[in-house]
C-alpha cells in the first residue's frame, strides 16, 4: 500500500501544470459552454443587404439540437431539423425532401452546421473551433473593454481569429486572414439580454480588404421564447412531391 501511495505521489508530481495561455482557453471554453446552456432557444428575422440585393429570413432554435431556417426572398426556401431528421421545403418545384442522416454524430455535426450557418448570425452559438490548435490571449477592444482573442489556423497561410467580450464571451469580431487577402465581420449594435447575462449581435457588417460588403441587421429577436418540438417537423403541403433521401459518408 505504501508503494503504491509512494507511486501516487511520484505521478502527481510529474504532472505539467497548465501554462497561463491553457488556463485561459480552459475558461473561454466553460464561459461559451454556459452561454450556450442559458440561451435555451431564440427566435430571429434577419434582413441582409449587398449593395442593391436584398435577403430577407426568419430562424429558430430550440435546444439542444432542433434548427429551422425559413428564406423569404429572394428565393422562398425552407429548412427544419427535428433533431434527428432533415427537411427541405422547395417552393418553387412545390418539393417536399426528407433526409436521414446516416453519419457518425461528428460529420453529423458538421454537416448540420454547414447547412444552417448561412442562416445563423455569428454570436449566438459558440464558435466552431477544433479540439486542439486554438490560441487564447487577452486583448482589449472598443467594444469590451476586457477582451479575449480566439486564434487558429485551419490551413496552410488561414489564420481565423474570433474577438469575444471578457468574461461574457459575447462574439464582437471575426477576422479571417488568407495570404494577402482579409475578411472581417464585425459587430455594429447589440441586444442585451440583464436576466441571461449575455449580449447578441443585433446589426454586423462584413468587410473584405477594408471595402463593407454586406449588411445583416435584425428587425425580430426573441431569446428563450417558448418553442414547441413539433414546430421542427413541417407537414407536408397539399399537392408537394415527397421524396426521402439518405446523407451518407462519402
Keep these: 500500500m505504501r508503494r503504491a501511495l509512494l507511486l501516487g505521489l511520484l505521478l502527481s508530481g510529474c504532472r505539467k501544470e497548465a501554462t ?12 461559451l459552454a454556459d452561454r450556450d446552456a442559458r440561451l435555451r432557444s431564440y427566435h430571429l428575422v434577419a434582413v441582409t443587404k449587398e449593395g442593391e440585393a436584398q435577403a430577407t429570413h426568419a430562424f429558430f432554435f430550440r435546444s439542444p439540437n432542433q434548427l429551422r431556417a425559413v428564406v423569404a426572398a429572394p ?22 425532401s426528407t433526409f436521414e442522416l446516416k453519419l457518425p454524430p461528428a460529420k453529423a455535426s458538421i454537416f448540420l452546421h454547414s447547412t444552417f450557418s448561412p442562416f445563423v448570425p455569428e454570436g449566438f452559438r459558440a464558435p466552431l473551433m477544433p ?11 472598443p467594444m469590451g473593454p476586457e477582451a479575449v482573442e480566439l486564434k487558429l489556423s485551419p490551413g496552410e497561410g488561414v489564420t481565423v481569429t474570433w474577438v469575444l467580450r471578457w468574461p461574457t464571451a459575447d462574439f464582437l469580431e471575426r477576422r479571417t486572414q488568407a495570404g494577402a487577402g482579409t475578411g472581417e465581420l464585425k459587430v455594429e449594435a447589440e441586444h442585451c439580454d440583464a436576466a441571461l447575462k449575455l449580449c447578441v449581435p443585433r446589426r454586423a457588417a462584413q468587410y473584405v480588404d477594408g471595402q463593407r460588403q454586406v449588411t ?28 426521402t433521401r439518405q446523407v451518407v459518408e462519402d
Excluded at 131 to 141: C, D, E, F, L, Q
Excluded at 226 to 231: D, I, K, M, S, V
Aim: aromatic letters at 8%; charged letters at 20%; proline letters at 7%.
Design 75 to 96: 428565393t422562398p426556401l425552407e429548412w427544419s431539423f427535428d433533431g434527428t431528421r432533415l427537411f427541405q421545403l422547395q417552393s418553387e418545384t412545390k418539393t417536399f
Design 131 to 141: 479540439a486542439k490548435g486554438v490560441s487564447a490571449t487577452r486583448v482589449t477592444h
Design 20 to 31: 497561463p495561455a491553457e488556463l485561459l482557453l480552459s475558461q473561454v471554453k466553460q464561459a
Design 216 to 243: 445583416t441587421e435584425l428587425t425580430t429577436l426573441e431569446l428563450n421564447l417558448e418553442l414547441p418540438a413539433e414546430a421542427f417537423t413541417p407537414a407536408v403541403p397539399a399537392g408537394w412531391t415527397r421524396e
